[in-house]
């Protein structure tokens, strides 16, 4: 039941931060494109309710310790969220417990994810032979929701 309440609240939040009415995917989290970064939004019950919202910032990157140690410095210097790599994808992620979702929290977390995303995507796919989601040429001048 808490669920339910907790997913309506976070849709009404999306509602006035997106550009339409939020719509979840097959997954039923809650896409948004931030310049050339494909992010979402997920409602997650374990370990406890929270919000993540995170971003595919560069895809087909190739594994490597440089950039282990690239990542590993960019996530030291985050003052919240981390970035890691999963399968060749570069994920920029944060996470707001249940608790703490508010309108200007959400949107702080939505900013963050989805600047960092495209910035660090960018150089990141440029640096170990990726791509980002989004071409980069196609970049919106601002964000296409949240």
Avoid at 55 to 80: F, I, P
Wanted: negative net charge; glycine residues 10%; aromatic residues 8%.
């Amino acid at each position: 039941m808490q669920i339910e309440w907790f997913r309506a609240y976070v849709e009404k939040l999306l509602r006035v931060g997106l550009t339409g009415p939020p719509v979840p995917d097959a997954d039923g989290d809650y896409p948004f494109r931030w310049g050339t970064a494909a992010c979402w939004v997920r409602i997650c019950e374990e370990p406890f309710l929270r919000v993540e919202v995170f971003a595919h910032a560069a895809l087909g990157v190739k594994g490597s310790v440089a950039l282990l140690r690239e990542l590993n410095d960019l996530t030291a210097g985050l003052l919240r969220g981390r970035v890691y790599v999963r399968d060749g994808v570069v994920v920029m992620e944060d996470n707001i417990p249940a608790s703490a979702v508010t309108p200007e929290e959400l949107a702080e977390s939505c900013a963050c994810v989805g600047t960092l995303g495209h910035e660090l995507g960018v150089m990141l796919a440029a640096m170990f032979d990726g791509q980002t989601p989004f071409p980069a040429d196609a970049e919106p001048i601002e964000s296409e929701g949240a």
